[in-house]
């Protein structure tokens, strides 16, 4: 089992920044970060492999939002710039631990076994 802690997330206007954190108990093959809109499914935004390598991005957010790690902490993290209100929504940090099932899915439910509580990020115009 991996836990995994988010933080960073709370309000913003529209075309500022912010920075989600999500760090993880044990050793991961990918992480990626996931959001959802009420009464939507989750979506996801942004996803890595945890050696680094491939990342992939939502079309909606590509340019704006970067995903990095540091291995050394275990921290996975989610660089949100020029936020719009659009982006307001719970965002979920997600583990997967096999490296075949992250292939092709890092944006995608079958990449990851493990999630975080979420963190909410508010964007106002």
């Known amino acids: 089992q991996v836990y995994l802690v988010e933080s960073g997330g709370g309000s913003v206007q529209a075309g500022g920044s912010l920075r989600l954190s999500c760090v993880a108990s044990?050793?991961?093959?990918?992480m990626g970060w996931f959001r959802q809109y009420p009464g939507k499914e989750r979506e996801g935004v942004a996803g890595t492999f945890s050696g680094g390598g491939t990342t992939s991005y939502h079309d909606s957010v590509k340019g704006r939002f970067t995903i990095s790690q540091d291995n050394a902490k275990n921290t996975l993290y989610l660089q949100m710039n020029n936020q719009k209100p659009e982006d307001t929504a719970m965002y979920y940090c997600?583990?997967?631990?096999?490296?075949?099932?992250?292939?092709?899915?890092?944006?995608?439910?079958?990449?990851?076994?493990?999630w975080g509580q979420g963190t909410q990020v508010t964007v106002s115009s």
């Open positions: 997600a583990a997967g631990r096999v490296p075949s099932l992250c292939t092709g899915n890092l944006l995608s439910f079958g990449g990851y076994g493990h």
């Open positions: 044990g050793d991961t093959a990918c």
